[in-house]
């Protein structure tokens, strides 16, 4: 299946499609990947606000933002998404959780890839209508969608029997 009928399916039954990608086996460069996606699409969501900004302050230049943007999810985000899903790994072995430390990076990156079309929502509303009720309804509804995404997939994660032990 496609990843994007995947992101479709994830919205409607998150649970069948974390089971379905655990059940492909521990596949390092499938979750890199999925993690780099994430953040190529977060970063491209970025754009309309930062080009709002950008002719609202032309004091630092559009390329100056985008950079930064770039730097920021493409280079530091995938760091603090590998320390935080172990952190979730972690919390979740405190609470009887049996599942490994891949599928709690899964989980969260897939989630991270799966609330996209939100991200995608956030950063045109954040770009063309600007701050206001509209922008934080956008806001609600990305981190409405990606906490249940990740809080559902997470727990599927760690209802399977660990694996592997190595971080």
Known sequence: MAVTSDIVATWRRPARVMRKLL????????????????????????????????????S???????????????????????TLAALTHLFAKLVRGRGSWYSARLALFWSLLAASPAWLLYGL???????????????VILLVA??????????????????????
């Open 146 to 167: 990606f906490l249940s995404i990740w809080g559902i997939s997470l727990r599927e994660a760690e209802r399977a029997p660990e694996a592997d032990t190595s971080p």
């Open 23 to 58: 059940a492909m086996g521990r596949r390092e460069d499938r979750a890199l990947a999925i993690l780099i996606a994430a953040c190529f699409v977060i970063f491209i969501a970025q754009w309309p606000a930062l080009s709002r900004q950008a002719f609202l302050d032309p």
């Open 125 to 139: 509303v954040a770009g063309f209508i600007g701050p206001g009720p509209e922008q934080t309804v956008a806001g």
């Open 60 to 82: 630092v230049p559009l390329d100056a933002r985008l950079g930064g943007a770039l730097f920021g999810w493409i280079f530091l985000m995938p760091l603090v998404a590998y």
